[in-house]
């Protein structure tokens, strides 16, 4: 069972007009993807174990694929389809390797403890706008937070509720605010990200009840053990909508420090971009610049420059 599967083999470029029949190629939800092979999901939900053509880029969690049957549960992926959204992750000087594909929800999860700067939030926050996925702020251990004290973290989280974010309070210990999340997951692709020790896996495990099952199951699907849970995997949830997730995703960091990507992960600068004197402005410290302006008028936190700025010059040595 452990052997390598067989490589459908083609002579260089050779198209071979009128070469075997194959079966009619499908398309296919990645449900996870182990490197030597990727789980995919059919029309019907049957899981099928299949290896790519060697020119087919490497599918993630999440991907949509078109795939043939090449057997019982068994099949190649033959085209890699266009991605909605993509989550990257820093891989080397300069490079960045996919985690996962297609989201479009981002849930940020912090907690009354352990305690977090709002520049984490920051990152978080931008990393979702620059790939388009829509965040959701979560306060995760509310049973944690006297009534003076919530009062303190929702007139904390004020400021980014006024920029167009939603804030959440759960506890995943009291079950309380689930059906918030789950509301807001229903129909979405989602993940989860946030420090260790915020409850993530703890909100996953409420949101999944039966993921121990289901993790069985494709450890089981894949011939690959348990301890492969370092890849993404996909989970449908109960109510509708998906889950992505795995401890390597959770704990991610944003990926770039290029100005014009980074500024765009500020959505209140949007208005402001186009304006500053320079076309190529940094926003740091050129004159005529419009966010800087904005920032001095008020009408951009001045913090959230201030996060911008340490995220582009942390590349600047
Ligand atoms: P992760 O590192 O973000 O995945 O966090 P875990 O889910 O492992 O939880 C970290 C710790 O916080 C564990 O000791 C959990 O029992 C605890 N925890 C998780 N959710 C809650 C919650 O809603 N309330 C409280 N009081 N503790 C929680
Ligand atoms: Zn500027």
Not at 234 to 241: I, R, T
């Given at each position: ?104 929800r ?73 059906k918030d999340l789950h509301e807001a997951l229903r129909g979405h692709?989602s ?16 949101l ?29 949830l109960p109510d509708g909508g998906d ?75």
């Amino acid at each position: 069972m452990a052997g390598k599967p067989a490589k459908p083999r083609r002579p260089h470029g050779a198209r071979k007009p009128g070469a075997r029949e194959e079966p009619a190629a499908e398309t296919g939800l990645v449900i996870v993807n182990h490197g030597r092979a990727a789980l995919v999901e059919d029309a019907s939900g049957t899981l099928h174990r299949c290896t790519a053509r060697r020119n087919v880029p490497r599918s993630v969690s999440g991907d949509r694929v078109r795939w043939t049957p090449t057997g019982p549960r068994q099949g190649v992926i033959t085209e890699l389809l266009p991605r909605r959204t993509v989550l990257l992750r820093p891989d080397g000087p300069g490079r960045t390797r996919p985690m996962a594909a297609n989201l479009d929800r981002i849930i940020i999860v912090v907690a009354a403890r352990p305690s977090f700067p709002d520049e984490l939030l920051d990152r978080y926050l931008a990393a979702a706008e620059i790939i388009g996925a829509e965040p959701l702020l979560v306060v995760n251990k509310a049973d944690l937070l006297d009534a003076g004290r919530r009062f303190a973290m929702a007139e904390r989280l004020r400021p980014f509720e006024r920029i167009g974010y939603r804030t959440l309070f759960t506890s995943s210990l009291e079950r309380d605010g689930l059906k918030d999340l789950h509301e807001a997951l229903r129909g979405h692709t989602s993940i989860l990200v946030g420090q260790s020790g915020v409850g993530k896996s703890s909100l996953v495990q409420a949101l999944l009840p039966d993921l121990d099952i289901r993790t069985g199951a494709l450890s089981e699907a894949t011939g690959l053990g348990c301890h492969t849970t370092t890849v993404a995997s996909l989970y449908h949830l109960p109510d509708g909508g998906d889950l992505i997730d795995s401890p390597g995703v959770r704990d991610f960091d944003l990926w770039t420090c290029d100005p014009v990507e980074v500024a765009h992960g500020f959505r209140e600068f949007r208005d402001y971009l186009g304006q500053c004197r320079f076309h190529n402005c940094r926003h740091l410290s050129e004159p005529g610049c419009a966010i800087q302006e904005a920032a001095r008028s008020g009408a951009i936190a001045a913090r959230r420059l201030e996060s911008y700025r340490r995220i582009v010059q942390a590349e600047t040595p």
